[in-house]
């Protein structure tokens, strides 16, 4: 009897998911070690859409063959994946709650004892190198990578890149969140990128270039290409480092943060408040 094929996504409001899923990144900013909380907010589209309406997963079997392939390589990043995987019901949301906590699943960056994480991510440069691995072992599946840009200054990176054109791993997708800042500041003043939609072409891939908050966008640069062989595809998604909160959004200082009782409620009301304008 053949393998029960992955559950289709039910059908969701993609930006109240994506609003939640900032509600949740917040509250675990509360919790007794904060967060990186600036390249989380950036990430909230990209992963609500790919976990509600891209990817085949299925919530009850994780593990299950015929799953398409998520790797966070940005594993700073993890508390947007925790709280979307928790939004898709691979863990109850209550559990959000633990984040950060003694003896909690949900470390500070992501481990495969969570459900729904592949492989344990966050020594930053190697999950396109992972994902190339798992794109290789079944090309009738998606594997999606997504990467910060800052770590596009780690070496491994273009050495993976350059495997996976050469390799012809049409049923891969780099996602790079282009959110223009690291730890120390602006990424073109650590090592300069751009051209960096240039930079992926001459290493052999198919380029798209979109605004990472706009879900129609999105969608058509995360569209199904190729199956088999064929060029991989890199979607430079342009960003804004810590979307939502304006007191952080484009600021050097949202990388971490660990929020206070009050500014957690303060940062909630602001998101309660742009919503309600989305909306109206």
């Keep these: 009897m053949g393998a029960q094929a992955p559950a289709d996504p039910p059908a ?5 998911v ?16 904060g967060g990186h909380l600036g390249g989380s907010m950036s990430l909230v589209e990209i992963l609500t859409l790919l976990y509600f309406e891209v990817m085949r997963v299925d919530p009850r079997r994780p593990a299950a063959v015929e799953r398409d392939i998520f790797l966070l390589s940005k594993g700073h990043g993890a508390m947007c994946l925790y709280a979307v995987l928790a939004e898709r019901g691979f863990f109850p949301v209550a559990e959000l709650a633990d984040y950060s906590r003694p003896g909690s699943r949900l470390m500070g960056h992501p481990v495969r004892a969570v459900p729904g994480v592949e492989m344990p991510t966050g020594s930053l440069g190697h999950g396109l190198a992972l994902a190339n691995g798992f794109a290789v072992a079944d090309r009738g599946r998606r594997c999606f990578a997504v990467l910060g840009d800052g770590e596009l200054q780690e070496g491994a990176v273009w050495e993976a890149a350059m495997a996976s054109a050469a390799l012809r791993l049409g049923n891969l997708t780099a996602v790079v969140d282009r959110n223009r800042l690291q730890i120390t500041g602006p990424t073109e ?8 939609a240039d930079r992926w072409r001459s290493f052999g891939w198919t ?3 979109v605004d990472g908050h706009d879900f129609g966008a999105l969608r058509e640069a995360l569209a199904p290409g190729v199956t ?3 060029p991989p595809v890199a979607v430079i998604a342009r960003t804004v480092k810590g979307r939502g ?4 959004e484009a600021k050097t200082r949202s990388h971490y943060a660990k929020l206070s009782g009050r500014q957690a409620e303060r940062s909630l009301a602001v998101l309660r408040a742009r919503r309600r304008r989305a909306v109206s």
């Design 12 to 16: 969701a409001d993609l930006p109240a």
């Design 18 to 33: 994506a609003h939640r899923v900032r509600e949740h990144i917040v509250r675990m900013c509360a919790g007794p070690e």
């Design 207 to 209: 380029v798209r270039e």
């Design 228 to 230: 088999g062989e064929g």
């Design 189 to 196: 003043d650590a090592i300069g990128l751009e051209p960096l």
């Design 245 to 248: 909160l304006p007191s952080l």
